[in-house]
């Protein structure tokens, strides 16, 4: 028994040593795995009031890009770079989130497209941009071929243009006079098709910049003459500021359209757009953005991939907001519009 003892607490010793040794083996394979999963930069405009790493934006390119299976933490690694509402931070972003070497990123709107493609030229990005053409600004060759690092989910200016002057005529047909809110950071592709199409309606336009939010509450002061209608162009400030912009309508009694839904449901006339895909159905222009991320994550070179347009677009009218300005909407505007808010 006593030579016995010894030989026990030498086994003792050396299954401890083993049990410690297979751990950090364990620890260190999982680490090692970690390392090599595929890295995903999303960069993005947010809020003020996001959380950091989250918010509306993020969770909606978080939950499309989970229908596409990629996990964050399982499969995928995401660096995630929020603006927070500050657009003059994305240079400063771009820069860090390329320093990441991440495999592809994910650019969600034309500031910050123009950042990651200023800070990388070899890096694959997917960009989500409604207010630039890609070939005028550089990012492709062709819209079949884009022949770079860049490929995404683009919009018609022109078509656009064409679709919210129709409505509004639609709507006010002895219509003239047109008021354009414009911010210029994202481009100008959408003022220069509205003053193409307008002069072929014999329309006239006033285009008034907005390059801070309380621009827009001075808006109405640099109206040459009262416009009948008002469009406000997409960017990301306009996006943040819709109840400034609902207000600026209300106050003037102004018909307003915008290319964001969440505008009509607010309490605006009417919103004409790509369907902004915040709910369970598939096929939005995320999940588009989504399904190019998954090709290019699996060797797909994005100068390659033909740019898109998106596939669903989405008419809402506000019918309370109608009687608030004393206007009819047409039977054919409401039939076809997707949703009628009364």
Known sequence: MRKTEPMRRQFRISLIWVTALMAITTLLGTANAQEKLPRLGIIATGTAADPPGGGFRLDIIRRVLANQGWIDGKNIKFEVRNARGDLTRFAELA???????????????????????????????????????????????NYYRPGKNVTGIFLDAPQFSAKWIELLRAIIPQLTNIAVLWDPSPGDAHVRALNEIALLFGIEIQVIEVRRPYDIDAAAASFKARPQALITLPSPMMLAENARIIKLAQDNRLPTTSVFAFFAEDGGLISYGPDQ?????????????????????????????PIERPHRFELVVNLRAAKALGLTIPNDVLVRADRVIK
């Not at 989130?97 to 991440?102: D, F, S």
């Not at 005028?136 to 060759?141: C, I, M």
């Not at 895909?277 to 699996?298: C, E, H, M, S, Y």
């Open 277 to 305: 895909g915040t709910g369970p159905d598939q096929g939005t222009f995320n999940d588009q953005g989504a399904a190019l991320v998954t090709k290019i994550l699996r060797g797909a070179n994005p100068a390659e991939l």
């Open 95 to 141: 820069t860090d989130l390329v320093k990441t070497k991440p495999d592809v990123i994910w650019a969600d709107n034309a500031p910050a497209l123009r950042a990651v493609f200023s800070a990388s030229q070899t890096i694959p990005i997917v960009a989500i941009d409604f207010t630039s053409d890609p070939v005028t600004e550089g990012y492709v060759k």
